[in-house]
């Protein structure tokens, strides 16, 4: 069984959409993990349907070493990222865990990654659920 750890913060919108998506597309074949920089972020993806939740630095560099994919927003690889709720110690664990990361091009910190078109965030998810169903059936 894939896990795959699902990282957000704030209001955990974003984690929410994609968890949903996952599960309606995946539904049990996957383990859902939802990581949250706060316990709001975390509590929302909850009721998206992930199967564990944890919050906090701890919690988020302990369990990305306990996967096989990551995903999210862009910022969560971003000390200080998401108006500073990630720590440098979160997005250095994410970064170097050995999980694929599959993230959503989506930040508030003004860093511009070229190369990309812009596109709406319903688009986008729809896109990480390919990539992240191509990893799951290799």
Do not use: F
């Not at 795959?4 to 209001?11: L, R």
């Not at 968890?19 to 993806?45: C, P, V």
């Amino acid at each position: 069984m894939l896990k795959i750890a699902v990282i957000d913060g704030q209001g955990g919108g974003i984690g929410s959409l994609i968890i949903k998506r996952l599960k309606e597309e995946l539904g049990d074949r996957i383990e859902i993990i939802a990581l949250g920089t706060n316990s709001t972020a975390t509590t929302a993806m909850m009721k998206a349907r992930a199967n564990k939740g944890a919050t906090g630095e701890n919690a988020i560099r302990w369990n990305t070493g306990r996967v096989e994919v990551i995903t999210g927003p862009l910022s969560i690889i971003l000390a200080n990222g998401m108006m500073g709720e990630l720590t440098a110690p979160m997005a250095e664990a994410i970064a170097t865990s050995p999980a694929k990361k599959i993230l959503l091009p989506l930040n508030q910190e003004d860093i511009e990654v070229l190369g990309l078109a812009r596109e709406p965030l319903p688009h986008l998810i729809e896109k990480l659920i390919e990539r992240i169903k191509e990893v799951a059936y290799v």
